[in-house]
């Protein structure tokens, strides 16, 4: 898979370029995933997201510092690992230290899923919302609610 044609930087490039452009990286993305109009120069979070793409590049901006083994979580006895080689298999594999009865990750239903909840707006059920010291932006949750409810894949 081309994973460049899927960057946010060349969609919103795509949108600059015109129609012409557009429509020849159709074509390319027609061989991939999919055509989108011409206007949709917005990322595409209205189709599948991709867990290794979009997901990790969340994790890695705003959880990685804090969810990894020297991590400010880990010292607090949180071992939540978000770093790209070990955050599928702590996701799925794993269990909460603060809700042991909740799974993080609940194939489908992003409303069950205890990730959901810690990065959801309102607060969480328990502990503080996620990221600590910072915030997610729409579009992000988005994003990580999406890829629960495509299936929890690991794409
Ligand atoms: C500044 C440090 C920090 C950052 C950044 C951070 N976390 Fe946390 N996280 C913690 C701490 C400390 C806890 C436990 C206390 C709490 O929940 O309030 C925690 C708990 C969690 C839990 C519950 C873990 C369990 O085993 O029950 C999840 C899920 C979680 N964080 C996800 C995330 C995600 C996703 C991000 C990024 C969007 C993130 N965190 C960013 C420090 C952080």
């Keep these: 898979m081309n994973q460049r044609a899927y960057s946010p930087n060349s969609w919103l490039e795509?949108?600059?370029?015109?129609?012409?452009?557009?429509g020849l990286a159709c074509l390319l993305l027609i061989m991939t995933a999919g055509?989108?109009?011409?206007?949709?120069?917005l990322p595409p979070t209205d189709g599948m997201v991709s867990y290794?793409?979009?997901?990790?590049?969340?994790?890695?901006?705003?959880?990685v510092s804090c969810h990894q083994p020297t991590?400010?979580?880990?010292?607090?006895g949180i071992p939540l690992d978000l770093r790209a080689e070990e955050s599928f298999a702590s996701l799925t594999d794993g269990a909460s230290v603060q809700r042991s009865d909740l799974p993080?990750?609940?194939?489908?239903?992003?409303?069950a899923s205890f990730l959901f909840d810690k990065v959801d707006t309102g607060s969480p059920i328990v502990g503080s919302q996620?990221?600590?010291?910072?915030?997610l932006t729409d579009a992000e949750r988005e994003i990580i609610r999406q890829w629960i409810a495509d299936g929890a894949m690991d794409n």
């Design 71 to 76: 991590g400010f979580a880990a010292l607090t």
């Design 130 to 135: 996620m990221p600590i010291g910072a915030s």
């Design 52 to 63: 290794g793409r979009d997901v990790q590049a969340i994790f890695d901006a705003k959880c």
């Design 35 to 41: 055509c989108p109009l011409p206007t949709d120069t």
């Design 104 to 111: 993080f990750v609940v194939a489908g239903d992003p409303e």
């Design 14 to 22: 795509m949108g600059r370029l015109g129609a012409i452009t557009g």
